[in-house]
């Protein structure tokens, strides 16, 4: 039996978000619900409520930074009770018996994962819908504990600006004795300082906002660095181990290629609607790597949570009732955040 929960949702590309009833799966054996409280705005809820990857199914409730307490479980749930803190992030489902599932990367699932929002709901058809709404229902081995020291509503982009970040670091190993570079401070970037910056690397922050640059070294960027500046970009030619670059739009990567060392890495978690155009020299000549990454499998963004909840890490974040969700998106393409919006969920009965 479905029943349905206040959400907001995009009912067409170039509309705006308006109140919507979305439908819920009722709660399966296996499954969790969740009274949602806060839910962090991704710029990836931006591109897909406008259709900028081309594969979006309207309505779209976007969201997948959630954040609530526990309010049913069915029968065959062993990991979660009622009243517990849960957090869902962007995976809902995966085969779990393919070669990917079975190395903790879910989202890389070759039967095609799940996400929480604009992908088939296989209980009851039609899409999933996520979290800026005011509960969901979720199989309980995607489901994350959300350690009870952090405040949620800075938690809540952890789901995803957390985990996105924090993947591609650990995996490159970034760490002390390396020189690290963060592009593009918004969302994603913040937690990239933040967390190279807690493995003890040395870190540069990249950005196009002369107006962060404090803010960028509050964070933990040891350097900052205009990236319009030509004169000071050159300064830092082949010095870099590592680089993440987070950035939303189109942009000149290969300014940032040049300066990796000979054998230096760049990871893309920036996912622009545009293909990027690469000069090969640049990475042929000091046999450079240039990578890609998507957020982190359950493991991982667990692993991610109480690495956070040890050290005190949550999100720099401005909360927003639902009612100004339109605003906050137009302000987030303008780069005009501090650090990360995130829904009040609260604000959907009124
Ligand atoms: P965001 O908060 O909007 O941050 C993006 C930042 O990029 C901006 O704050 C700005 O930083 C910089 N930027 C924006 N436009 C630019 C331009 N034209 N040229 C150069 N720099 C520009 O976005 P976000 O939520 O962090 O997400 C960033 C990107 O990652 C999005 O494309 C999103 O879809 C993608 N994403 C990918 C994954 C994944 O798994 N791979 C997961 C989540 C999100 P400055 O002001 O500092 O220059
Ligand atoms: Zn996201
Ligand atoms: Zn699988």
Not at 205 to 221: E, I, R, V, Y
């Amino acid at each position: 039996m479905p029943n349905f929960t206040k959400s907001y949702a995009a009912q067409s590309a170039s509309q705006p978000l308006t109140a919507f009833q979305a439908k819920r799966r009722d709660v399966l054996d296996t499954d969790v619900q969740i009274n949602l409280q806060y839910c962090g705005v991704c710029h990836s809820d931006i591109h897909q409520a406008r259709n900028e990857w081309h594969n979006t199914t309207y309505p779209c409730v976007p969201g997948h930074e959630m954040i609530g307490t526990v309010s049913k479980i069915g029968k065959k749930v062993k990991r979660f009770k009622v009243g517990d803190i849960a957090g869902v992030g962007c995976l809902a489902d995966s085969c779990g018996k393919c070669p990917s599932c079975k190395e903790n990367l879910e989202q890389h699932c070759e039967k095609g994962a799940t996400f929480t929002y604009n992908s088939q709901e296989k209980h009851i058809g039609g899409v999933t819908f996520g979290g800026y709404s005011q509960s969901i229902v979720i199989t309980e081995d995607f489901v994350l504990k959300v350690p009870k020291n952090l405040d949620r509503a800075a938690a809540a982009p952890l789901l995803c600006a957390g985990i996105t970040t924090y993947s591609p670091l650990r995996r490159w190993k970034v760490g002390k004795g390396q020189k690290v570079g963060i592009v593009g401070l918004g969302g994603l970037g913040h937690m990239g300082v933040k967390f190279a910056n807690a493995f003890g690397a040395h870190v540069v922050m990249f950005t196009t906002s002369p107006n962060k640059k404090k803010d960028a070294k509050k964070l933990g960027a040891h350097e900052v660095v205009i990236s319009t500046n030509e004169k000071d970009m050159a300064k830092h030619a082949g010095s870099f181990d590592f680089i993440l670059d987070t950035v939303s739009a189109n942009h000149d990567i290969n300014v940032y290629l040049a300066l990796l060392k000979r054998s230096g890495t760049m990871t893309l978690v920036g996912a622009p609607e545009k293909p990027l155009a690469i000069s090969s020299f640049n990475l042929i000549m000091q046999r450079r790597h240039l990578a890609g990454s998507l957020i982190g499998g359950l493991k991982e963004t667990q692993e991610m949570l109480d690495f956070c909840g040890k050290h005190n890490i949550v999100c720099e974040i401005e909360k927003i009732p639902i009612q100004k969700i339109n605003e906050a998106y137009e302000r987030v393409l303008k780069s005009d955040v501090k650090y990360r919006f995130v829904i009040d969920l609260a604000s959907l009965s009124k």
